[in-house]
C-alpha cells in the first residue's frame, strides 16, 4: 500500500515568502505529526493532529507556522515570512492511533535564501 | 522534560564486522516508548523497532539485535556481521504514555560500513 508522501521534495523560496508544504499521510491512519530536522541534527517535534480533537502545536518555534488538516487527512504545514534559519528538510509521519508506531514519509527539503 | 543521548556521532567499520550504537534517556515517567529508526541516504526515516518501558527482554531480529536496561537507562542497538547497506543514520527516540507519536529523538549516529 502506499505509504506517507509529501509535496514538494524540494522547495528554494526567499527570505520574507510564505511556503505550503503538504503531507498525504496513509490512509485511514488518524494521528498525523510534523518535524524538523535541521542539518546534522535530530528530529525537532512540531505538531500532532489526533482525529478530531485540538492539534497539539507545543513545538511550533513562532507564531510563524501553522499547520492544517482537513477532512482528517492530508495536511498542510504553513510558513510566514520565512526565514534563513527555517532550512531544514520538514518530515511528516502518520500512525494507526495515538499510541501507535509512526511512519514518515520521504520530507520536504526547505532552503530559504 | 525528556532526553536522549546518543554519545556517538559517528562511526565507521568494516563489513562484517559487529557494532553497537548506544542510547541513554532520561524521563522521570515510568511508562514510555523507546524506539530506534533508520534514515538511509535516500532520507525517509524508517521504523526498526519500538519498545514499552515495562518490557525489558531484549529483541533480535535478524542480524539486528537491542538491548534494553532500565537500571542504566539505556537502550542499545546492535548489528551483528555489518553490512554496506546498513550505511546510515540512526536515531533513537523516546516518546511518554499517551502520546508515543510526540517523540524526543536523540542526534543520531551516522555508520558508515566500509567494504
Known amino acids: 500500500g502506499a505509504g506517507v508522501s509529501q509535496s514538494p521534495s524540494n522547495k528554494v523560496t526567499e527570505k520574507g515568502k510564505d511556503v505550503e508544504l503538504r503531507c498525504d499521510p496513509i490512509?485511514?491512519?488518524?494521528?498525523l505529526y510534523w518535524y524538523r530536522q535541521s542539518l546534522g541534527q535530530g528530529l525537532e517535534f512540531l505538531i500532532y493532529f489526533q482525529g478530531n480533537s485540538a492539534p497539539d502545536k507545543s513545538g511550533l518555534p513562532s507564531d510563524r507556522f501553522s499547520a492544517e488538516r482537513t477532512g482528517g487527512s492530508v495536511s498542510t504545514l504553513t510558513i510566514q515570512r520565512t526565514q534563513q534559519e527555517d532550512s531544514a528538510v520538514y518530515l511528516c509521519a502518520s500512525g494507526a492511533g495515538f499510541t501507535d508506531t509512526q511512519y514518515f514519509g520521504p520530507g520536504t527539503r526547505l532552503t530559504v535564501l | 522534560a525528556q532526553k536522549v543521548t546518543q554519545a556517538q556521532t559517528e562511526i565507521s567499520v568494516v563489513e562484517k564486522e559487529d557494532v553497537t550504537l548506544d542510547c541513554v534517556y532520561e524521563t522521570r515517567d515510568t511508562t514510555y516508548y523507546l524506539f530506534w529508526y533508520k534514515q538511509p541516504p535516500s532520507g525517509e526515516l524508517v521504523f526498526l523497532i519500538r519498545r514499552n518501558s515495562f518490557d525489558e527482554q531484549n529483541e533480535i531480529s535478524g542480524r539486528y539485535s537491542w538491548n534494553f536496561q532500565k537500571s542504566t537507562s539505556s537502550f542499545n542497538f546492535t548489528i551483528t556481521a555489518s553490512q554496506v547497506v546498513d550505511s546510515a543514520v540512526y536515531f533513537c527516540?523516546?516518546?511518554?504514555?499517551?502520546?508515543?507519536?510526540?517523540?524526543?529523538f536523540g542526534d543520531g549516529t551516522t555508520l558508515t560500513v566500509k567494504p
Open positions: 527516540a523516546l516518546s511518554l504514555r499517551g502520546n508515543a507519536g510526540k517523540s524526543t
Open positions: 490512509s485511514g491512519h488518524t494521528a
